[in-house]
């Protein structure tokens, strides 16, 4: 079982950058794939980027490609979403989930259901 908490979400303004952590327990957490995930309010949740156990594998929603970085530490079980140029259109709660698939079918994750969520947190881009 993995259990997943996230961290470093907070108000910015339009342009910053955010770095948000998912730490995980669980002794077989190089065995997952994990996502980023993000809903704001009234709208569905919604795929950012995964990245699969061994790091070598990244998949990014288009509006996150080129604007944010998913990377991994299974040593401190860690996986971080580096977010720049940060919009408004971000603000959002946003998830770590953690499922032993493949990275490029993450997306699929909250329609399929099942893996491991994080409680979220808030990143709020406002001037």
């Known amino acids: 079982q993995v259990q997943l908490v996230e961290s470093g979400g907070r108000l910015v303004q339009p342009g910053a950058s955010l770095r948000l952590s998912c730490a995980a327990s669980g002794p077989t957490f190089g065995d997952y794939t994990v996502g980023w995930f993000r809903q704001a309010p009234g709208n569905e949740r919604e795929f950012v980027a995964s990245i699969n156990g061994n790091g070598r594998e990244t998949h990014y929603s288009d509006s996150a490609k080129g604007r944010f970085a998913i990377s991994r530490d299974n040593t401190k079980n860690i996986v971080d979403l580096q977010m720049n140029s940060l919009k408004p259109d971000d603000t959002a709660v946003y998830y770590c989930?953690?499922?032993?698939?493949?990275?490029?079918?993450?997306?699929?994750?909250?329609?399929?259901?099942?893996?491991?969520w994080g409680q979220g947190t808030q990143v709020t881009v406002s001037s």
């Open positions: 989930a953690a499922d032993q698939w493949t990275a490029q079918a993450m997306p699929y994750m909250p329609v399929i259901g099942g893996g491991y």
